[in-house]
């Protein structure tokens, strides 16, 4: 996330801290799905959302591998793609509760006495 960044290593610390974030998403994302698949709320995986993940995630990867003149460029496009994929996971996530609002069931699924926790 060292976009527009002029010391280079500040930059590359960015986006390593870019990677950790985006790791952490990815992980908590497929957890998210998996219980919600379990749970009967959702019945097929946020492919896209996993996606809009994983892309900026190996440019980032990649960025750190490679040397400064490329990897500046792989961490712009990352930059970019972090953005874009924000943007349209926030869209989706708008769109999923337009959805959910009409159907009470798949809403309030979570708060089901079978999905909270024993005590």
Same mark, same amino acid.
């Given at each position: 996330? /060292?976009?527009?960044?002029?010391? =280079?290593?500040? @930059? $590359?610390? &960015?986006?390593? !801290?870019?990677?950790?974030?985006? *790791?952490?998403?990815? *992980? *908590?994302?497929?957890?998210?799905?998996?219980? +919600? +698949? =379990?749970? @009967? !709320? =959702?019945?097929?995986?946020?492919?896209?959302? !996993?996606?809009?993940?994983?892309?900026?995630? /190996?440019?980032? #990867?990649?960025? +750190?591998?490679?040397? $400064?003149? =490329?990897?500046?460029? &792989?961490?712009? &496009?990352?930059?970019?793609?972090? #953005?874009?994929?924000? &943007?349209?996971?926030?869209? /989706?996530?708008?769109?999923? *509760?337009?959805?959910?609002?009409?159907?009470?069931?798949?809403?309030?699924?979570?708060?089901?006495?079978?999905?909270?926790? $024993?005590?």
């Amino acid at each position: 996330m /060292g976009l527009g960044e002029g010391h =280079r290593q500040t @930059g $590359r610390d &960015l986006d390593a !801290i870019a990677v950790a974030a985006l *790791a952490v998403e990815l *992980a *908590a994302t497929l957890e998210s799905d998996e219980r +919600q +698949q =379990r749970d @009967g !709320i =959702r019945s097929e995986r946020s492919t896209a959302h !996993i996606a809009g993940i994983a892309v900026p995630l /190996g440019l980032f #990867l990649v960025s +750190q591998l490679w040397p $400064r003149r =490329r990897s500046r460029t &792989l961490s712009a &496009l990352g930059s970019l793609a972090t #953005l874009g994929a924000s &943007l349209a996971m926030r869209v /989706g996530v708008m769109q999923e *509760a337009d959805e959910s609002a009409n159907k009470p069931e798949v809403s309030m699924g979570f708060a089901q006495p079978g999905n909270l926790p $024993r005590l």
